[in-house]
């Protein structure tokens, strides 16, 4: 079965500093990946999405970058965090990138202070 | 204003029915999603219902879809304290590439 990986579930780090986030997805070849972020009382933001290894496409112009060095492995960063990176981080992963739904990693807090 | 909207608190007693409304404003919209989040925790998919289906049941869910309305509901029978969460509702477009969610539906349930 197929499993996705994301790390770590908390993180607190200062204004200025790099980000690296982490996920992984077992159980499937060549999937659909995705990062979102989630506000305080707010809906999902898709930030980057990626259709294959090296492709990234991003939604919004931000303060992060994404890489996808692997199949399985999609990887969120930033070399300067700002305070408005704070928020809820989550990896997602599907096959068709049309019309199918989506599962989701268990999510990193992030906090920027 | 979100593509996708939804009230966002929800308060019910135990064992009622819970209704979490959505409205949509995309009529291209083909699938439609629920998703369930609890504290700090990731999404986890509910249900889904095709834009050409008027109602789905799964067990306590029933999902319905007034596509004139653009109106999408999620409906949990006999609600229990576990199924406070955030509930999520989400679409995706024919020939679209991205699943557009709204800000999420916190539901409490108080026994």
């Known amino acids: 079965s197929q499993t996705i990986h994301q790390w770590p579930a908390t993180l607190v780090q200062p204004v200025g500093s790099p980000l690296s986030l982490e996920c992984t997805v077992e159980g499937t070849s060549n999937p659909n990946l995705y990062w979102y972020r989630q506000a305080a009382g707010r809906g999902l933001q898709l930030l980057f999405y990626s259709v294959g290894i090296g492709q990234i496409s991003s939604e919004v112009p931000q303060n992060l970058s994404a890489s996808r060095p692997q199949d399985r492995q999609f990887i969120l960063s930033s070399k300067k965090l700002l305070l408005s990176d704070s928020g809820f981080y989550l990896c997602?992963?599907?096959?068709?990138?049309?019309?199918?739904?989506?599962?989701f990693g268990s999510g990193t807090q992030l906090s920027v202070l | 204003g979100e593509d996708v909207e939804q009230s966002l608190f929800l308060s019910v007693r135990e064992g009622d029915s819970s209704v979490i409304n959505c409205t949509y404003t995309d009529s291209s919209s083909t699938y439609l999603y629920w998703y369930k989040q609890e504290p700090g925790a990731g999404l986890q998919l509910l249900t889904y219902?095709?834009?050409?289906?008027d109602m789905k049941q799964d067990q306590r869910l029933t999902v319905l879809l007034n596509k004139k309305d653009k109106h999408l509901s999620l409906r949990i029978a006999d609600t229990q304290t576990g199924d406070s969460a955030i509930y999520f509702c989400a679409e995706t477009l024919y020939n679209n590439n991205d699943m557009r969610f709204g800000a999420g539906t916190r539901l409490t349930v108080k026994p």
């Open positions: 997602a992963w599907n096959v068709d990138r049309i019309n199918e739904k989506l599962f």
């Open positions: 219902i095709f834009s050409n289906m």
